[in-house]
């Protein structure tokens, strides 16, 4: 069975721009979470989705958003790109109401 | 502010003796823990939690044990071995198993290498 899978990898954006991160989740999970790890920190809860909705979102300004699709697929927006954005953002997926999420390898994002 | 706190950034063990890897919460609301394993270049994968109703979770080689009086859990790994190399996070969660991933604090992680 396959796991969580991102794209892409790798992602270089220039200040300013716009990424796209998108993130297929563990069939039958329909939950999707979203986290960014910068360097030397832990990592960030940014974005939940469930059935399409947004759940809840951690303390992140608004330039971040995403939407998840009707086959639980997801995206994550972030819209004017900033240096600190540089990050590898990793996506989970797990079933309703688990705490037990499982994770993809990640988007390494790099802003310059 | 760190709520989950790993104050280890790294720990060296030999093959064939005991990890410990520590983590310290400060919110009182958290009851339900996890710990986590990363390689490089791919995701944290789940390795075992505990619920606070409990002070010791074993499975197979790994058992995490957890003091609520101090805040305190660390995760054993008994006997260590080569493949146990990799980053650990820690992560606490307000929701006793029921809620979402969302409520996950993870720590800033601790690097284990099993020396040969």
């Known amino acids: 069975e396959a796991g969580v899978t991102q794209s892409p990898t790798h992602l270089i954006k220039t200040r300013g721009q716009q990424a796209t991160l998108r993130c297929s989740p563990i069939s039958g999970h329909t939950s999707v979470y979203w986290y960014q790890q910068a360097l030397g920190l832990g990592l960030q809860f940014l974005l939940w989705?469930?059935?399409?909705?947004?759940?809840n979102r951690g303390n992140f300004p608004p330039r971040f958003s995403g939407r998840q699709f009707p086959n639980y697929s997801s995206e994550l927006n972030v819209n004017a790109l900033e240096l600190e954005d540089s990050a590898l953002y990793l996506c989970?997926?797990?079933?309703?109401?688990?705490?037990?999420?499982?994770f993809g390898q990640g988007t390494r994002l790099t802003v310059v | 502010d760190q709520q989950v706190k790993q104050n280890s950034p790294s720990l060296s063990v030999q093959e064939g003796r005991i990890s410990i890897l520590n983590c310290d919460y400060t919110n009182s609301m958290f009851d339900y823990f996890l710990w986590y394993k990363k390689y490089p270049a791919e995701g944290p994968t789940f390795l075992i939690s505990?619920?606070?109703?409990?002070d010791k979770n074993e499975d197979g080689r790994f058992t995490v044990f957890l003091n609520k009086s101090a805040k305190h859990l660390s995760l054993h790994i008994v006997p260590s071995q080569p493949g146990d190399s990799a980053v650990y996070f820690c992560a606490a969660s307000p929701y006793y198993s029921g809620g979402g991933a969302d409520g996950l604090t993870f720590g800033k992680g601790t690097h284990l290498i099993i020396q040969p």
């Open positions: 989705y469930d059935e399409g909705e947004e759940r």
């Open positions: 989970a997926s797990s079933a309703r109401d688990s705490t037990e999420a499982f």
């Open positions: 505990i619920s606070s109703i409990k």
